[in-house]
C-alpha cells in the first residue's frame, strides 16, 4: 500500500515547520556521560514528552537506575515509551531512538555553534548541529510523522510502539535490563523493529543495513623482570617482554588481513548465492574507500571483496601496546610488563566463545613455542556477538518499496563493519526481525566535529518513514 | 711503589672530615638541567673552586657557551680545570669527575632529605643523598688526597692536571668541543687518565673497567591512511600500519636475544684468550643478576655467557610504539602512522655507520616483502660508537696493584653494557689510554632514590686513587 498522498504533500508543504522542530532539539545540549550536561539531558527528555503528548501518543518517562557520573552517582536519563494505536487488526511497529548526544564544543573545529542547528549559507541544503543526524533528526522524522497525520485526521496504518533512550552515546546503561523486564508488558505484542541511528555507505543510495560485525577485545599480557631495565645494562641478558609480545602479536595477521588463527576461518559462515547478489548491487566504486582513507591503501582493487571484507568477514586489528615507551623521542629501557591489544571483528557463526577458545590456545601455544621465562596472559577484555537479520522479512520488502517509492531507487542491502549494541539487545530479548533504516548520508559526521543532515535527506527521510509504515500495514508475513 | 704509609693514616685519621666535606658537596642541590638549580650549580663550581685554591691546586673556571633551559638562554655551567705539579720527571695523570647531580625530590620516596648527607641510623655505615656516590663522592676523594699530601707536607708522585663539568647529567654540552679546543693547551702533556664515574659489578668486588658498548636507536615508521581509521568500518579492507610495523620487529630479534639482522653477528670481534680469561675470573654469580631484576628471567644460566651478552656482545631492544593506543582500558583505533623504536647497543669492530646500513637495508628489504601499500622509513635517530681500552696498559697495571694494596682483592676486569660518553671524547680527542677506576658499590642507586655511598668505599677510595697515583709512578711503560 502506497503512502497517502495527503501525507507526502504535507510533508512537502511544512519543511519550515520540521526544520523548526529539529532546530528546537538541536539547541538542547543533551550530552550523556558529562555531570554539566545532566539538566539538558533531562530538558531533553522533557521536550520529547511534550512533543508526544501533544501528537496524541500515550508516553511515559521511566527510571532505569543511576550510574557514576564524573565520581558522583546520578540518574540516568530516562527511557521514554509510547503508544499510538491498539488496534489488533493492524500490525504493531516497535521503533528506537535516541535523544542524547556527543559532546561538541566550537573550538573543536566546528564551523557553526554545535548546538544551533546553521543551514549552509553556501545553500546546499546541509544542516549543521550536533546530533542534526544521530540521532534527532531521525527522531525527529517520525515525530513529523505523526503531526502530518493528526493535523490531516487520518488514522495511522500500524500501531506504533516507541523506546526512546537518552544513554546511547555513553553505552547504553540497564538498557538491556529495562526491554528484558518490560518484555511481556510494554514490548509485548510488537510484531517488528525499526531503528533509525546509522547511516547511508555513499551519499547517493539509500539503504536497509540487515548485519553488524561484533566484536572481541583481547590483551597479550607479558611480564618478566619486577621493574624496568636499563637496556644498556641488562641488553642481551634477559628475556625482554617486548621481544615476546611483538613476536606473538606478528603470528596473528597477515599485512594482507588475513587472520593466522587456526579454526577461525573455518567458523565463517558460507556466501549464498542471494547474499553475493547483495553484495554485487551495493553502489561502491574503489574511489569511494579510497577518498574515505585518504589514499589508496585497500588490501583489494576489487569491490565486492572489499564490501565483503569491511561487512561480512571477521578482520584483526592490532591496536597498541601498554606499558612500552610511546612518546616521541627516545628511550632505551625495557618495560617490565607490557600488554598487546587487538581485536577480532564477529561475523555468524564466530560467537564470542568459540573465537576466544582459538585464541587463547593458540597465543599459548606460540609462547611455548618461544622458550622464553617471561610469563603470559592472554585474556578478552570485552566481547559483542555479530547480528544478521533477515533481509527477506516482510519487514525489509516494506521498506524496500517505501525506498522506491520515496527515493525512485532500488535501497542497497549493507552491513556495518562496527556495531550497534542495542539492535542485538532487541533482536535476541524480544525476538524480533530488527530492521536498520538510515535517513542520513555516509558524510554525515556523526561523531565528528560539523555533524550534519542534509535538508533532502531530513524531509524525504520523513517521508520514507511514514511510506514504510504504509508498506508494512498491506505487506503479508 | 706502595703508597706513602703516613698518607694511608693520614686518612684513616681523618674519616670524619672527609665526610664533613663530601657532606658539605652534598647539601649544594647541583641539579644541572633545571632552570631553578642554575645558582645552585653554580655555587657547587664556587665551592669546588674554593677547595682546590685551598689545596693548591691552580684552577680556573672557563665558559663553554649558552644553552636553552626550559626555554631561557643560559650559561652552561663552567667547566673547572686545574693543576697541580709540574715536574717533567713525573708522570702526568688527567682525571675527569663531575660536580652536577640528577634531581631530587623527598617525595619522591627517599628515606631522608636527598640533599643533607644522612648516615643510616642502623649504623650499616650507608651515607644517603644525592651526589654521594654519582660523582660528588669520588670527586670528594680527589679533594681528600691532596688535603692528606698538604698537610703532611708529602710531593704528590704524579703531576695532576684535572678537568671537572658541571653538565654530564644533562647531556656534557659542549665538553667535546671544549677538550678539542684545549687539546694542544692545557690537556698537552697528559699521559694517561682516570675517571671514576661508574660502580663495581657487585657489592663486594673492586673492578677496573675497560670498556662501553656503544648504542644506535632506531625508528621504523610505517604510515599509510591519512587518518585513524575506525576498525569496525575499515578492518579488512586496508593494509594497517600496525600489522606492517609488528611484522617487521618481530624480524629484528629473536626472544632468546639473537639478533637477526644479517651482516651484524659476522662484525663482532672475536674473542681472545685474555679477554675470555678476564671474564672468567670475574666475582659474579647467576643470584646476583636474578636479584637485579627481580626474578629467573635470565636467557642463559651460564655466567660467563651472561657477562658477555652484557659487556661485550651486541643486544637489540624493542622500546616501544609511538602513534599507537598505549593507554590502560580499549581503544579500537587502527593508527594511520606509527613509529617502532629500537635500539642496538654496539661493541668492538660494530660501528654506528656499519650496522646502520644493515639495518635500513634489512628493514627495507623485509618491508617490500609484506606486499602492503603503505609507506616505510627507516632511520638512525642517534648512535654512539662503543669503546675499549688496552687493559694492559701501565695505567690498568697500576689500578691492578693499587686495588690489590687497599682491598687485598684482585680486581675484576669489566666492562661497562650502556655508554658514558665522555668517555669517548677524552679517548679519541685526546688519544689517551682512559682507565674507568669505580669507587661505589653496585648497588648505589646512582640516579635512583636513596642513592648512597658506603663509608667504607668512600674512605678507601680515597685511598684507592692515592694509591694508584704512586703505582702509576712507579710503573714503566
Chains 1, 2 share one sequence.
Not at 558522583?72 to 493492524?90: A, R
Not at 503531526?147 to 495511522?156: P, Q
Not at 594482507?256 to 567458523?267: D, T
Request: negative net charge.
Amino acid at each position: 500500500m502506497a503512502a497517502n498522498p495527503k501525507f507526502l504533500s504535507y510533508v512537502d508543504d511544512h519543511q519550515a515547520d520540521y526544520i523548526q522542530r529539529l532546530s528546537k532539539a538541536v539547541s538542547i545540549a543533551s550530552v550523556s556521560g558529562n555531570l554539566s550536561y545532566v539538566k539538558d539531558v533531562e530538558a531533553m527528555a522533557d521536550f520529547l514528552m511534550e512533543q508526544l503528548a501533544d501528537l496524541g501518543v500515550t508516553a511515559e518517562k521511566r527510571k532505569i537506575g543511576t550510574h557514576s557520573l564524573e565520581g558522583k552517582e546520578v540518574d540516568l536519563p530516562p527511557v521514554i515509551i509510547g503508544q499510538i494505536g491498539n488496534d489488533p487488526k493492524k500490525k504493531t511497529l516497535l521503533i528506537y531512538g535516541h535523544y542524547d548526544v556527543q559532546p561538541a564544543l566550537k573550538e573543536d573545529g566546528w564551523l557553526y555553534p554545535p548546538f544551533e542547528l546553521t543551514p549552509d549559507p553556501n545553500g546546499s541544503g546541509k544542516l549543521y548541529g550536533r546530533g542534526s543526524t544521530d540521532d534527532k533528526g531521525p527522531v525527529m522524522g517520525w515525530l513529523n510523522v505523526l503531526e502530518a497525520h493528526k493535523n490531516l485526521g487520518i488514522e495511522l496504518p500500524v500501531n506504533l510502539k516507541m523506546c526512546f533512550e537518552g544513554m546511547e552515546e555513553n553505552g547504553s546503561t540497564n538498557l538491556d535490563k529495562f526491554i528484558e523486564s518490560e518484555k511481556d508488558k510494554f514490548f509485548a505484542g510488537a510484531d517488528c523493529m525499526c531503528i533509525s541511528d546509522n547511516y547511508w555507505l555513499d551519499t547517493k543510495t539509500p539503504c536497509l543495513t540487515y548485519g553488524l560485525r561484533g566484536i572481541n577485545y583481547y590483551e597479550i599480557k607479558v611480564s618478566g623482570p619486577d621493574r624496568d631495565l636499563h637496556s644498556g645494562v641488562f641488553g642481551g641478558t634477559v628475556h625482554e617482554p617486548m621481544t615476546d609480545l611483538i613476536s606473538l602479536m606478528s603470528k596473528l595477521v597477515t599485512p594482507a588481513g588475513e587472520i593466522l588463527i587456526p579454526g577461525i576461518k573455518e567458523l565463517i559462515a558460507p556466501v549464498t548465492d542471494d547474499e553475493r547478489a547483495k553484495f554485487e548491487a551495493i553502489h561502491f566504486e574503489m574511489k569511494d574507500i579510497h577518498s574515505a582513507v585518504g589514499g589508496d591503501v585497500t588490501i583489494s582493487d576489487d569491490t565486492v571483496k572489499t564490501l565483503m571484507g569491511r561487512m561480512r568477514n571477521p578482520s584483526l586489528s592490532l591496536h597498541g601496546i601498554e606499558g612500552a615507551f610511546s612518546a616521541p623521542g627516545s628511550k632505551t629501557v625495557i618495560p617490565c610488563s607490557v600488554k598487546g591489544k587487538f581485536s577480532i571483528r564477529l561475523v555468524p557463526n564466530l560467537t564470542i566463545k568459540s573465537v576466544t577458545d582459538y585464541v587463547v590456545k593458540f597465543v599459548q601455544d606460540e609462547f611455548a613455542k618461544l622458550g622464553s621465562k617471561n610469563k603470559l596472559d592472554v585474556y578478552l577484555t570485552h566481547g559483542g556477538e555479530p547480528w544478521i537479520a533477515d533481509p527477506n522479512h516482510y519487514s525489509y520488502r516494506a521498506a524496500h518499496k517505501a525506498t522506491e517509492s520515496v527515493y525512485g531507487q532500488t535501497p542497497d542491502y549493507t552491513r556495518e563493519g562496527g556495531s550497534i549494541p542495542v539492535t542485538l539487545d532487541f533482536a535476541n530479548i524480544l525476538g524480533l526481525n530488527v530492521l536498520l533504516l538510515p535517513v542520513g548520508r555516509g558524510d554525515d559526521g556523526a561523531h565528528s566535529t560539523n555533524e550534519k543532515i542534509d535538508t533532502d535527506n531530513y524531509i524525504r527521510g520523513t517521508k520514507l518513514l511514514g511510506a514504510y509504515m504504509y508498506e508494512l500495514a498491506a505487506t503479508s508475513d
